[in-house]
């Protein structure tokens, strides 16, 4: 078989459930929605392709990385804990996001939407396990093909996040911004929690 659709059809799932590309569309609209359309299509196209990149680099040598490095899973986790905890606290507290500046722009693409949020410890942890499971070249092929499958999804839903705008106008985005400040802030410390609990349990 060219390539294994067990894995396949598992990690796309997994994947999926983790990175939750319609999650992510209240926090990109926080983050960019006021910005003109072509700033929002640029952020969309550099955050899915900043996730792709550190999901591919992680999965060709995740675990090389990490050991030459000598930090853990749990390390990655606690650090993208707290940067998510500091951009969440950005949106909750007002921070002003309307200004489209280049240099914003691609910041906000790279950081948070493109990681930690897109390609974050979950993404990358389940990546490493799905890489160490993968028998043979039809494994790898297969996890390659979830991963590009669920990073086409994901620009799917952010290319066109822009519709809820026409909806929701000025005074929606500002709400999904606390929304997405709350929930961000949420995620970041069950990150730290399972930072620590990996620290205590020496995983």
């Known amino acids: 078989m060219l390539f294994d659709v067990r894995l396949l059809a598992e990690a796309t799932i997994t994947l999926v459930v983790i990175m939750d590309p319609p999650g992510t569309v209240p926090v990109f609209l926080s983050l960019v929605g006021r910005r003109p ?13 900043v996730s792709l990149g550190v999901i591919s680099l992680f999965a060709v040598g995740g675990e090389a990385i990490l050991s030459y490095l000598g930090i853990g899973i749990p390390a990655v986790q606690g650090a993208g804990g707290l940067l998510l905890l500091l951009i969440a ?3 909750l507290t007002g921070r ?9 722009d691609v910041n906000v693409a790279l950081v948070p939407l493109g ?3 897109l390609a974050g410890p979950g993404a990358i942890a389940a990546t ?10 039809a494994g790898y092929l297969a996890l390659a093909l979830a991963i590009i499958a669920v990073h086409l999804i994901l620009w799917l839903c952010l290319r066109f996040s822009g519709l809820l705008i026409r909806v929701i106008k000025d005074s929606g985005i500002t709400l999904l911004a606390k929304i ?3 929930l ?12 620590v609990h990996g620290f205590v349990n020496g995983t």
Request: aromatic residues 2%; without cysteine.
């Open 37 to 49: 359309r072509p700033a929002r299509v640029r952020a969309a196209r550099q955050a899915v392709l």
């Open 89 to 91: 606290l950005d949106l």
């Open 96 to 104: 002003d996001t309307t200004q489209p500046r280049e240099v914003e």
């Open 115 to 117: 990681t930690p949020l």
């Open 128 to 137: 490493i396990v799905y890489v160490r499971h993968a028998d043979g070249a």
């Open 180 to 182: 997405a400040g709350l």
């Open 184 to 195: 961000l802030a949420a995620i970041a410390v069950q990150l730290v929690a399972d930072s």
